[in-house]
């Protein structure tokens, strides 16, 4: 469930009937900046911090006083209510960067007493992964105390669309996102961290791609291989279109499900060729997801590019998942001596995609701009 502790609307019944100190008030009407919050600024000046935290989000949204001890009690004890009430596993905190951070601590504490399985994570944009980091569990000094499990990746995000984008160079977009997930160590766990290459704001991604089906499978296939926890936007699986004409344009109505579409996109009679495949691409590496949760739970070990190659391994003590991407205008084959430390104990593969088996020590060869997911034996 979403949550807004920053703010109510004026319409509100405790803006209406308010008492002195429930809210932050200011003799004029100042907005918060939105491009660059000071929320990780080592060097913040003390009244935009407080302007910050303290300005109403808009005219019409009156800005909770965190620092007033009724209010905090009444929002805790609100919180708590709907989760007895409905039943609630997860809270979504909105607007969490003009949250006071000390509140939010008291109330991630209070709420995980009687809950202690409670999801509470946030859906913020930042204009840094420094900034991203700073608002959940993290390893900077000064920001210990944010408790917030999980956040949107917008970072990743960027280089998801970087990746995509046809103009760009393959090898210089896999170097970029190799030194974004390096970014990492600023998180407790990043593994938490919502990835995701669609949202309503962005234009499609096939089409980001320039309806190039390969680079749109190479971007697919990294998003649901590395850490993180994959969201998808409907109809990703069947290469839907955008309206560019919309503040939001991919947010379009999915073709089917009523009588009076006259395309059903939920059979695969309803789709064409090209949608099917990419359909059945989706598919196939979302049940071998399912069937090996050391995607999800393993851990995620690196190499940086080279000669237009990135490796990485998803592993524990009993599985292992190797993904090679070729950036390379051409296919490659190549040895996987460089990977020996991830390879001790293992002789062969199936190439999941491909649907392939070999040896690890033969030679592989990896399709041009293609990604191939290894299960190791």
Not at 201 to 216: H, K, Y
Not at 254 to 275: I, L, V
Request: charged content about 20%.
């Amino acid at each position: 469930m979403d949550i807004n502790p920053n703010n109510i609307s004026a319409g509100h019944w405790m803006y209406i009937n308010f008492d002195t100190g429930w809210f932050n008030s200011w003799d004029t009407f100042i907005a918060p900046e939105f491009s660059a919050y000071s929320i990780n600024d080592p060097y913040f000046s003390s009244s935009d911090r407080m302007r910050m935290r303290t300005a109403w989000f808009d005219v019409n949204s009156p800005d909770l006083n965190h620092q007033n001890p009724h209010i905090r009690k009444y929002l805790n004890q609100m919180y708590k209510w709907w989760i007895e009430y409905a039943g609630l596993n997860g809270y979504c905190v909105n607007r969490v960067a003009f949250c006071d951070p000390d509140y939010l601590r008291e109330l991630y504490d209070y709420l995980k007493r009687d809950f202690p399985g409670l999801a509470f994570f946030t859906d913020t944009k930042t204009g840094s992964v420094a900034a991203q980091a700073s608002l959940v569990q993290n390893n900077i000094k000064g920001f210990e105390n944010n408790y917030l499990q999980s956040i949107p990746d917008y970072h990743l995000h960027h280089h998801f669309r970087e990746l995509l984008e046809p103009n760009n160079p393959l090898r210089h977009t896999l170097d970029g996102y190799y030194t974004a997930l390096s970014d990492d160590i600023l998180y407790q766990k990043p593994e938490n961290n919502i990835i995701f290459l669609e949202n309503s704001l962005d234009v499609r991604a096939f089409e980001s791609a320039g309806l190039d089906l390969n680079r749109w499978k190479l971007a697919h296939t990294l998003f649901l291989t590395t850490r993180g926890i994959p969201a998808i936007y409907y109809g990703s699986e069947v290469l839907m279109t955008s309206n560019t004409e919309s503040k939001m344009p991919a947010q379009t109505d999915f073709p089917g499900g009523w009588k009076s579409d006259k395309k059903d996109k939920f059979t695969p009679q309803g789709r064409n060729a090209q949608e099917q495949m990419a359909w059945d691409y989706l598919r196939r590496i979302i049940t071998f997801r399912n069937a090996n949760p050391v995607l999800t739970t393993g851990d995620f070990m690196q190499y940086p590019v080279e000669k237009g190659i990135y490796v990485y391994f998803r592993y524990n003590d009993k599985n292992s998942i190797m993904v090679i991407a070729n950036s390379n205008a051409n296919a490659v084959t190549m040895d996987l001596k460089r990977f020996y430390e991830r390879l001790i104990g293992i002789t062969s593969y199936s190439d999941i995609l491909n649907k392939n088996t070999g040896f690890v020590s033969d030679p592989i060869t990896v399709p041009a701009e293609q990604a191939l997911i290894l299960k190791l034996y």
